[in-house]
């Protein structure tokens, strides 16, 4: 069973990474560069994949707002809590709020849409959001990689290929359940902020 895990990952894991940084993706960034360090990956592919992710989802939110704003998937996301919040931020701050929105946990897709409605020219978002994605796919992928020199350094080079796999794979599954806690509470403390 793990050696068909392994392959998966060394298959399809890239693709994964990328996919996992089109939305809110630093696990995805993180076990990127956890499984570079195990040479499953090489590094530079890694954080390719993770920049690409991030670029290419911020982009296309930004375009959802920019070209699509009666669009009911828009309309939908424009009722999410926190749009509001990320629409008057974008409108006074927006190269910092660009900069910045990637590193806001449960506000990435919604700030996205409100970067697109704002007004921001599409060449400034485009430019502003490549630099952030880099420096975003730089330290969660270096994050992950220098984690799993930790990781190695704590559960000892006695452990097998697949056993640090498995490990990744449950460090993985604890940083999204504790991602998705903290969206929860993040998105339940904004629709209390809105009805006050």
Known sequence: MTQVIHHLIERYGLIAVFLGCVAEGES??????FFAHQHVFVIWQALLAAFLGAFVGDTFFFFLGHSFAEHRWVRRLRRRPGF???????RKHPNIFVLSNRYIYGMRLVGGVASGLSGIPVW????????????????????GYVFGLGAEQIIGRALLHHQRLLIALGIGLAVV???????H??????????TD
Do not use: M, P
């Open 28 to 33: 995805a960034a993180i076990l990127g560069g």
């Open 84 to 90: 509001n919040h990320a629409y008057r931020l974008v």
């Open 124 to 143: 400034r978002f485009v430019l502003l959001n490549a630099l952030s994605s880099l420096v975003w796919a730089l330290l969660f992928g270096t994050l």
């Open 177 to 183: 359940i504790v991602a998705a806690l903290v969206a």
């Open 185 to 194: 509470y993040i998105a339940k403390r904004e629709r209390v902020k809105e």
